[in-house]
């Protein structure tokens, strides 16, 4: 959810910037909700380094219940940001 929502606000504050300065193209919106996707992802994991490193230390350690975590954290906050982009991109075809 915190993916989705980096999404969303990021492409409502990009489509504000967009209007005030007189480029009204709701294709904008779409592709910027599209480049915004990696940071929505490291911000649902609170950064990189963390979730980086108990993954390391879960296969070092031979212990997948840490790796298994991480890797549904990871999953989870791409499926977050990819809904938000589908959602963003559905509004702005439909407005076209």
């Known amino acids: 959810m915190v ?26 919106t779409a592709s910027l909700a599209g480049r915004l996707k990696l940071w929505a992802m490291v911000a649902a994991m609170g950064g990189t380094f963390g979730a980086l490193e108990n993954l390391e230390t879960g296969i070092l ?3 997948l219940r840490l790796v298994a975590k991480q890797l549904l954290l990871i999953l ?3 499926a977050g940001a990819h809904l938000g982009y589908l959602i963003v991109a559905s509004i702005s075809e439909g407005g076209a």
């Open 76 to 78: 989870s906050a791409f």
């Open 61 to 63: 350690h031979w212990q």
């Open 3 to 28: 993916a989705m929502g980096v999404i969303i606000g990021g492409s409502l504050m990009g489509a504000l910037a967009i209007v005030i300065t007189g480029k009204v193209s709701l294709q904008s």
